[in-house]
């Protein structure tokens, strides 16, 4: 019996997927925890279209994330802050001020999307990697100055 996955079930498949499986399964598993619902004609052509609406928004945020990297590519951020003597900073920079400044040059970008290779907490030039994706990545630099 074919069903449409309506949850992720382990071993068996992901949410949307069609799989086969036992009737005995479908009707005594996974109908009664509304884990799947029954492949008919009718859900199978809307499941087509709605996988076939996914990838064409999906393909869409692609190719603006895309202008976005490019667009961000060897962006500057400067920060000015407390340091010491042997110029440590007295906080460290982070990626949600990294985010935060980088709304300020008119770029969203979560801090998530954000990678450091080790805190900031020198005063300096260091880098930064905004990574949407595997393949999706560019650099730009954090300045880092004396307040």
Same mark, same amino acid.
């Given at each position: 019996?074919? *069903?449409?996955?309506?949850?992720?079930?382990?071993?068996?498949?992901?949410?949307? /997927?069609?799989?086969?499986?036992?009737?005995? $399964?479908?009707?005594?598993?996974? $109908?009664?925890?509304?884990?799947?619902?029954?492949?008919?004609?009718?859900?199978?052509?809307?499941?087509?279209?709605?996988?076939?609406?996914?990838?064409?928004?999906?393909?869409?945020?692609? *190719?603006?994330?895309?202008?976005?990297?490019?667009?961000?590519?060897?962006?500057?951020?400067? =920060? %000015?802050?407390?340091? !010491?003597?042997?110029? %440590?900073? $007295?906080?460290? *920079?982070? +990626? +949600? /001020?990294?985010?935060?400044?980088?709304?300020?040059? !008119? =770029?969203?970008?979560?801090? %998530?999307?954000?990678?450091?290779?080790?805190?900031? %907490?020198?005063?300096?030039?260091?880098?930064?990697?905004?990574? =949407?994706?595997? !393949?999706?990545?560019? $650099?730009?630099?954090?300045? *880092?100055?004396?307040?």
């Amino acid at each position: 019996m074919k *069903v449409i996955l309506q949850k992720d079930v382990k071993d068996l498949g992901k949410i949307g /997927d069609l799989v086969t499986v036992s009737a005995g $399964f479908a009707r005594n598993l996974l $109908f009664p925890r509304k884990l799947a619902v029954e492949a008919t004609e009718k859900r199978v052509s809307e499941w087509n279209h709605l996988k076939r609406v996914a990838e064409s928004k999906k393909k869409k945020a692609l *190719v603006e994330r895309q202008a976005i990297l490019d667009k961000i590519k060897g962006t500057t951020v400067s =920060f %000015k802050l407390n340091a !010491g003597d042997n110029e %440590k900073l $007295f906080g460290t *920079v982070t +990626t +949600t /001020d990294i985010s935060k400044a980088l709304e300020k040059h !008119g =770029f969203s970008i979560d801090r %998530k999307d954000i990678v450091l290779a080790e805190p900031i %907490k020198v005063l300096g030039t260091h880098k930064a990697t905004i990574k =949407f994706a595997e !393949g999706m990545e560019t $650099f730009i630099q954090v300045a *880092v100055e004396k307040q």
